[in-house]
């Protein structure tokens, strides 16, 4: 069992910037995991947004985001990160990390441990 807590979530105006955090239970998104960041819009579903391989050395973004988001991690810290740049109103969404078990980075299916979310507003 591994608990993950985002946080870092807010209002910003278009343009603007936000780092989500992932703080998890254990040490995590590493060894045989990797993490990931969705994103669910209101009235939408929720949607793959970047992700971060075990190893840490290759990231995989949507098109919606790449070269405005980035993913890391901290595994001394247990947590992991979303830079978020150059946000648009239309990246408005609760944001969850999750950890990989395996399978595709993209698809949620993927994943079986969630966090509780964290509501990203961006303002025109």
């Known amino acids: 069992q591994v608990q993950l807590v985002e946080s870092g979530g807010g209002l910003v105006q278009a343009g603007g910037s936000l780092r989500l955090s992932c703080a998890a239970s254990?040490?995590?998104?590493?060894?045989?995991?990797?993490m990931g960041w969705f994103r669910q819009p209101p009235g939408k579903a929720r949607e793959f947004v970047a992700a971060?391989?075990?190893?840490?050395?290759?990231?995989y973004y949507s098109d919606s985001v790449k070269g405005r988001f980035t993913i890391s991690r901290d595994n001394a810290q247990n947590t992991g990160y979303l830079q978020m740049n150059s946000l648009k109103p239309e990246d408005t969404a609760v944001y969850y990390c999750?950890?990989?078990?395996?399978?595709?980075?993209?698809?949620?299916?993927?994943?079986?441990?969630w966090g509780q979310g964290t509501q990203v507003t961006v303002s025109s």
């Open positions: 254990r040490r995590t998104f590493s060894c045989d995991n990797g």
């Open positions: 999750a950890q990989r078990k395996g399978g595709t980075y993209y698809a949620r299916i993927a994943y079986d441990y």
């Open positions: 971060l391989s075990c190893s840490g050395n290759t990231t």
